[in-house]
Structure formats: C-alpha cells, structure tokens
C-alpha cells in the first residue's frame, strides 16, 4: 500500500528551529518528485516547497525561502523539510505530498507545527 | 506567487450540477496545462481528483469534470451527493512555484 507518514511536528519558539520528516513506502521513490504543503489553522492550502526525484532539483515559496531547507534520502526513503527562524505565520499542519507540477496524488496526514512564544 | 481566485461558497441540491471556478493569470493557469483540483472533507487530508485541467485519476467518479478557457479553470461537479460536500481547492504550476486557489466551501443543500 502507498503510505507516507510525517512526523517532528511540535511547539517551537519564534526564531526556532524544526525538522520534519515524511517516511514513504510501497512506491518506487526515486521515481517521484516530493512536496510540502501547509494549512494553517481554518485556512486554505499553501505550497511550501518541491524537490524533484533522483536529481534533486529544489523549489520554495517565497514565504519560506532561505529560511527553509527541503532535501530527500533515497536510500532511506525519506523527504524531510529543516525549518529555520520560524515565525507565528508558519503556524500550520504540514503535509507532505507525490507529485510535481502542483499534481499530488498521494498525501500524508500531517504533522502539525505551532511557533509560539 | 498570488494566490488563484476561488468563490468561497457554492451549492447545490441533490442530483443538480454546480461549477466552481478558478482565476488566475496568464503566468499560471493560462500559462500551462497543469491545473488540479483537490477535495477536503473536515479533519482529512486533500484529495486528488483533477489533475492537468481535465484528467481523472482513477477512483473518482466521472461525476467530476474539470475544465479551462484562458485564465480560468472550473470543476464541475454533475448529480451531486450528500458526500460532495467539502472544501474543494485549485491549484496551478507557475513556472517554479505551484499556487493554490483560497478554496470554495460546496455545501450539498
């Protein structure tokens, strides 16, 4: 069964720092560009950042470039995302995605991320 | 990276058809061929079910039809039932970035 499950979600202090991982399984997942996308609390949906399959190609918004860091271990079969200088607006439920060209086709349920002092 | 224009609500009775639009400009939505469409029940992860304008993954009912003409996308969902109801959210590739549209609450009346 195609699977992926986030984790490293928490309370963090504004300025602080996280790193969520999203562990994937019953899929080939070199073959696959991965995403992360967020939902604040009762808002919509908000692409955070893509990293493409084997080359490993990286995009952000531009609400968290350079502040957030998106990589991928194919041998462990794992996207993660190292979040830097966190802020209260980065207060969310973060989802990590397959998919590319804004096409996700399989979702994690999230883990959720909430910077306050 | 603005985000794509949704109307916040829409609906429809039981067995009616309702459209939802999305707005966004010629650097993303009519830009390119990659517009999906997700469904959201409450407390539930997004749900694929129209991706590059037009297409069907599998599973979902061809009661769901997705559409574009110039900056616009729409997603048409034909005998509505009691389980459509839900947030619906567009989204659109822009190049280097993908951006979502704020979402349409589709309320089954």
């Known amino acids: 069964e195609v699977e992926m499950l986030e984790s490293g979600g928490g309370l963090v202090q504004p300025g602080g720092s996280l790193r969520l991982s999203c562990a994937a399984s019953?899929?080939?997942?070199?073959?696959?560009?991965m995403t992360w996308v967020r939902q604040a609390p009762g808002k919509g949906l908000e692409w955070v950042s893509s990293?493409?399959?084997?080359?490993?190609?990286?995009h952000y918004a531009d609400s968290v470039k350079g502040r957030f860091t998106i990589s991928r271990d194919n041998s462990k079969i794992t996207l993660y995302v190292q979040m830097n200088s966190l802020r209260a607006e980065d207060t969310a439920l973060y989802y990590c995605?397959?998919?590319?060209?804004?096409?996700?086709?399989?979702w994690g349920q999230g883990t959720m991320v909430t910077v306050s002092s | 990276q603005s985000a794509l224009t949704q109307p916040p609500s829409a609906s429809g009775s039981p067995g009616q058809s309702v459209t939802i639009s999305c707005t966004g400009t010629?650097?993303?939505?009519?830009?390119?061929?990659?517009v999906s469409w997700y469904q959201q029940h409450p407390g539930k992860a997004p749900k694929l079910m129209i991706y590059?304008?037009?297409k069907r993954p599998s599973g979902v009912p061809d009661r769901f039809s997705g559409s574009k003409s110039g900056n616009t996308a729409s997603l048409t969902v034909s005998g509505l039932q009691a389980e459509d109801e839900a947030d619906y959210y567009c989204?659109?590739?822009?190049?280097?970035?993908?951006?979502f549209g704020g979402g349409t609450k589709l309320t089954v009346l």
């Open positions: 995605a397959r998919g590319r060209y804004g096409t996700y086709d399989i």
């Open positions: 019953g899929f080939t997942f070199t073959n696959y560009a």
């Open positions: 990293i493409s399959g084997s080359v490993g190609s990286t």
């Open positions: 010629s650097s993303d939505v009519g830009g390119y061929n990659y």
């Open positions: 590059e304008v037009t």
């Open positions: 989204n659109s590739f822009a190049g280097t970035s993908v951006v």
